[in-house]
């Protein structure tokens, strides 16, 4: 008898797992647009950065 209810709950559990899974909320418009603006300021940040190591090295080869 407890054999039969262990793999009832086991199954049980297992079924709501796999329900709860499916139901996860898709990404919204807000949280699409937030996404796009994170990565554009980190392209924008990499793109300044090589800016300043450009830069540092031009002032590098003016110095000598």
């Known amino acids: 008898m407890k054999l039969s209810n262990t793999l009832g709950t086991a199954f049980i559990m297992g079924a709501l797992l796999v329900a709860l899974s499916a139901c996860a909320p898709k990404e919204g418009p807000v949280e699409e647009a937030g996404r796009k603006v994170d990565?554009?300021?980190?392209?924008?940040?990499?793109?300044?950065?090589?800016?300043?190591?450009?830069?540092?090295?031009?002032?590098e080869g003016n110095a000598d």
């Open 39 to 59: 990565e554009a300021a980190q392209q924008a940040g990499e793109k300044i950065e090589e800016a300043g190591e450009k830069i540092q090295e031009a002032a």
